[in-house]
């Protein structure tokens, strides 16, 4: 980490951003304050994404996941009238074991990579992806995938206004 | 710069998912910690793409793809949700043991 | 005079050459496959159909007779003798099983015969049959008999004889039983299958010896082998040889099938079938097979097995006789038919014995017309009264003067009046058994004929004078009956003159036989035929006066009384009458016979059963019980039970504590995912 840079500040400051909200979307009492920390995460994220010139996927980060995916959370919260307010006890009783897993994953993520990335830098990052030639792949060899996914979304479409409606059936009536 | 740090940040995004999978009662803040360790994966990729500048930006490709999934899985994740909520009026997951045994 | 006889017979009296046959003959496997083919057609469509399969049979017979019609013209005009055969399968390393057909002489007059009987029969039965039960059936497995008396007519080796004999035996069954909602038509199905099936042992043992001694099956290598006097046939059994055991074998199984004393118990009994039936194959064609065999076997009796036709002699003429003697005293119309007919049997037995080829063949030419007019006219009968029996007629030539007219002209047939066709075909005979110098059975033959014509006579005077005794309304019957009748009537007239002979006057022969004996002489061998060259007058005379005083005895006695009818009906010969009504007992010892099999022999065999081999296996069985029941105790229950129950005991104490695992909290899922992951990865990198 060369602190010479300016690039080395910019990367500094988004992580902090990213790591403190992240740390308060699994640590906050109050489910509306871990969705908005989520938001500022991903905010965080995307601001990450402009800098690793990865310009496309950035935008599309901020309007899939921020615009839609958080706002279908904050849906699902009001719905479900989660417990709002401080009272409400967010965490199990298995805190402790969680800690432990959460934090052997994570010395053993940091530890594999530093073995294996150690000093590799990241070369051209002033040249942000054009998104023609993300277009190329995307519709070019990577076309199926495409498809698929398409097909994935036509199923969660389907399959949540299935899931999501009122019960319409005799069964239903009569046992209501 | 180096990419070692963009890593351990993944990898610190990650290991907050995972405390927040097993350790959170409510059920949507589970599905909001999936999101968080889905979010650290896309870091990865793109800071892979980044280092190795693959000629079919397959690392970005792929993000995107994850983005897609997960905007579907998150859909679908709260509808499960919310029925359980209407038949039990609860979220709290520690009261779904009905599989046990 | 041998060397004039032979001239006379086969192509010697032309100096004309045999032809080999074409297309005409090529194609005439048809006939055989075609009544098979209708058969199992009548069986599949016949139900839907208008006349409910009767129709498909017609058409059947149509071609089957016109063919075989062309096929007896071509023979006798271009002398065809023609003999395919295609192998279809090997018996072992040297025998090839072939099927066949042969158009010669002999056969296409068979065809011939089949044919037209066949076809007037057929046109009958779809009247007389209407109504009964079965009717599909009855015509599907009546075509299947024609198939395979076509089958056997046109067999060029003798397996496939013995096929068609077999198939003849199997539809002859079928159709005997067809009422067999009553026990005693079922049983006469198979006291005629069982009978049969006797005489075909002696068939199948002399074709098995006749083969071996040949190489072969065919008729052409046996009968080829009897004239070159072949080693093989010549090996000596006991004070014989195999040619005349083979053939006295082979005359076996034609007593069987042509009802020769003994074995002639059958044929009365075959007369719970249906009247066509009786017509058509126990008068005309089926019971002809026997006498069929022997004839297309005729050169092996006349070479080297000529030994054998003594006994064939006696037995025909005994044949001949006694059953003639029995057809006297029976009061159902069928039956006194029956008896008629296995006396002619016996007549065409006794002329091929005693060297009549032509005869005996020219015999069962003319009998198959009259016969079968007499059983058809006889059917007629009784479907306007109801009723089998004699007592139950009278007068009905008032009532039904077609079937009338018709039966007198069958009687007076087969009775042998100038110029009907009996007339020349008796005297044939009576000349064959004059030449050969049998003159004690010429005499017998003689008084069989005046056996004939008595009790014919009293048949139809019981039938159609007299005064009516029965309680029904008698009506002659339709013309689908009725114009059969008429053309067998016609056939009956004219059927004599194929074969009239020339005259002697003096010492020369004026005029020539005309064709018959020709045209039966169209075939591979020469015969060697004991044909008298021109008409015995003396022979003949006696013959006729014969039958004349049969008719006029029998009229005395059976015509008068014509309001009472008292003395015809109580006259009885005396001392022979009980004999004859007992039939000579003979049903009763082939009863008795089986009787035996039945009782003592099979309680024999049961005591032997129970007693000792039932004693063998039971001991065994408990041994085994006993021991079984040690390895049980011991093994089982203590070893292998013990270790199976620990093994159960084991898995499911496994399984309870594995069961622990399973909380169905989703986290603790999600921590055992996570858990194993990182020592999944932990796993990989320690390893690697």
Redesign the interface.
């Known amino acids: 980490?060369?602190f010479a840079?300016p690039?080395?500040w910019v990367?500094t400051s988004l992580?902090l951003v990213?790591?403190y909200t992240?740390?308060r979307?699994?640590t906050s009492g109050n489910?509306i304050h871990?969705?908005l920390a989520?938001v500022f995460?991903?905010a965080g994220?995307a601001g990450?994404?402009l800098l690793?010139?990865?310009e496309?996927?950035a935008w599309?980060?901020v309007l899939?996941?921020m615009g839609?995916?958080m706002v279908?959370?904050l849906?699902?919260?009001m719905?479900?009238?989660?417990p709002v307010g401080y009272d409400a006890?967010?965490?199990?009783e298995?805190?402790g074991?969680?800690?432990v897993?959460?934090?052997?994953?994570?010395v053993?993520?940091?530890w594999?990579?530093?073995l294996a990335?150690?000093?590799?830098?990241?070369?051209?990052?002033g040249v942000p992806?054009a998104t023609e030639?993300?277009a190329?792949?995307?519709l070019?060899?990577?076309v199926l995938?495409f498809e698929i996914?398409s097909f994935?979304?036509l199923?969660?479409?389907v399959?949540?206004i299935t899931?999501?409606r009122k019960d319409n059936s005799p069964a239903e009536e009569e046992m209501s | 710069m180096p990419i070692v740090p963009v890593l351990i940040l993944a990898a610190f995004l990650f290991s907050m998912g995972i405390y927040g999978l097993l350790a959170r009662r409510n059920a949507v803040m589970v599905l909001l910690a999936v999101e968080l360790m889905l979010n650290a994966v896309n870091i990865n990729l793109v800071a892979f793409e980044a280092m190795w500048l693959d000629s079919m930006a397959s690392g970005q490709i792929f993000s995107i793809f994850i983005i897609t999934v997960a905007a579907a899985e998150v859909g679908i994740g709260l509808a499960i949700v919310l029925m359980i909520f209407r038949n039990s009026h609860s979220a709290n997951l520690d009261d779904f043991a009905t599989m046990k045994g | 005079m041998n060397s004039l006889l032979f001239a006379l017979t086969a192509e010697a009296e032309h100096g004309s050459e045999i032809t080999a046959g074409g297309p005409l003959q090529e194609w005439a496997w048809l006939i055989l496959v075609a009544p098979f083919v209708a058969s199992v057609a009548i069986i599949f469509r016949g139900k839907t159909m208008k006349h409910q399969g009767a129709e498909i049979a017609v058409a059947m017979m149509s071609f089957v007779f016109g063919y075989g019609l062309l096929l007896w013209i071509d023979t006798i005009r271009n002398k065809v003798v023609y003999e395919h055969s295609v192998a279809i399968g090997n018996l072992g390393d040297s025998w090839v099983l072939e099927w066949g057909w042969v158009v010669d002489g002999l056969s296409s007059m068979m065809y011939f015969v089949v044919g037209s009987v066949g076809l007037l029969v057929f046109i009958y039965a779809v009247s007389y049959m209407k109504g009964e039960i079965r009717y599909t059936f009855f015509f599907s497995s009546l075509s299947l008999f024609v198939g395979a008396m076509l089958v056997l007519v046109a067999a060029p080796n003798l397996a496939q004889l013995i096929v068609g004999w077999e198939l003849v035996g199997l539809a002859s069954y079928l159709l005997i039983s067809h009422y067999w909602e009553k026990k005693e038509n079922s049983s006469a199905g198979m006291k005629a299958f069982l009978v049969n099936k006797v005489a075909d042992v002696g068939l199948l043992i002399g074709t098995f010896m006749l083969a071996v001694g040949v190489g072969s099956l065919r008729f052409s290598d046996i009968l080829h082998g009897a004239q070159e006097h072949a080693e093989g046939l010549l090996v000596p059994i006991g004070n014989s040889n195999v040619a005349v055991v083979g053939a006295l074998l082979l005359f076996f199984g034609a007593m069987g099938k042509s009802a020769q004393f003994p074995l002639h118990i059958w044929l009365p009994d075959a007369m719970a079938g249906p009247t066509p039936v009786s017509a058509l194959m126990h008068a005309a064609t089926m019971v002809t097979a026997g006498i069929y065999l022997m004839a297309r076997m005729f050169p092996l009796y006349q070479t080297i097995a000529v030994d054998a036709r003594s006994i064939m002699l006696w037995v025909g003429v005994l044949t001949l006789f006694l059953t003639g003697l029995i057809a006297l005293v029976q009061t159902d119309l069928k039956k006194v038919l029956a008896y008629s007919t296995v006396s002619q049997l016996g007549y065409m037995m006794t002329a091929v014995a005693a060297g009549g080829y032509t005869a005996g063949v020219f015999h069962l030419f003319t009998h198959a017309f009259f016969k079968a007019l007499l059983f058809l006219a006889a059917g007629s009968v009784i479907h306007g009264v109801h009723s089998n029996e004699m007592t139950d007629m009278g007068g009905l030539r008032k009532y039904m003067p077609r079937t009338y007219a018709t039966f007198m002209i069958g009687s007076l047939a087969l009775v042998g009046i100038f110029p009907l066709a009996g007339f020349w075909s008796k005297d044939e005979i009576l000349g064959t058994l004059g030449h050969g110098g049998y003159t004690m059975f010429l005499w017998v033959a003689i008084a069989g004929a005046f056996v004939t014509a008595f009790y014919m006579t009293r048949a139809v005077a019981l039938t159609f004078f007299g005064k009516y005794k029965g309680h029904g309304h008698p009506h002659e019957s339709d013309n689908m009956m009725t114009v059969p009748l008429m053309v067998l009537a016609g056939f009956s007239i004219v059927a004599g003159l194929t074969n009239m002979p020339g005259f002697l006057i003096g010492d020369r022969v004026v005029g020539r036989y005309t064709g018959f004996s020709r045209w039966l002489g169209t075939r591979a061998l020469a015969m060697g035929d004991h044909h008298p060259e021109a008409l015995e007058w003396s022979l003949a005379i006696y013959g006729a006066i014969a039958g004349v005083l049969g008719i006029v005895l029998g009229w005395m006695i059976f015509g008068k009384d014509k309001e009472t009818q008292e003395t015809r009906d109580s006259f009885s010969i005396p001392g022979l009458y009980p004999v004859l009504t007992v039939k000579y007992y003979f049903d009763d010892v082939a009863l008795g016979i089986v009787g035996f099999i039945k009782g003592p022999l099979a309680n024999a065999v049961d005591w032997v059963n129970t007693w000792v081999i039932d004693r063998i296996v039971n001991t065994v069985g408990f041994g085994t019980k006993a021991f079984g029941k040690i390895v049980y105790d011991n093994f089982d229950q203590k070893g292998i039970d013990l270790a199976i129950n620990a093994t159960a005991v084991g898995s499911g104490a496994a399984g309870g504590m594995l069961r622990k695992l399973q909380t169905g909290k989703i986290q603790q899922y999600a921590g055992a995912l996570v858990a194993g992951a990182v020592a999944l990865v932990i796993g990989f990198s320690i390893f690697n």
Do not use: W
């Open positions: 980490m060369d840079q690039i080395t990367f992580a990213i790591a992240g740390f979307v699994v489910l871990s969705a989520l995460s991903l994220t990450l994404f690793l010139s990865a496309f996927v599309v980060l899939v996941y839609a995916v279908l959370f849906f699902g919260i719905i479900t009238k989660a006890e967010l965490d199990n298995h805190k074991p969680a800690l897993a959460a934090v052997s994953v994570f053993l993520m940091s594999s990579t530093i990335f150690d000093g590799q830098e990241m070369s051209s990052l992806t030639d993300l190329d792949a995307l070019g060899r990577f995938p996914v994935v979304l199923a969660a479409l399959g949540g899931l999501a």
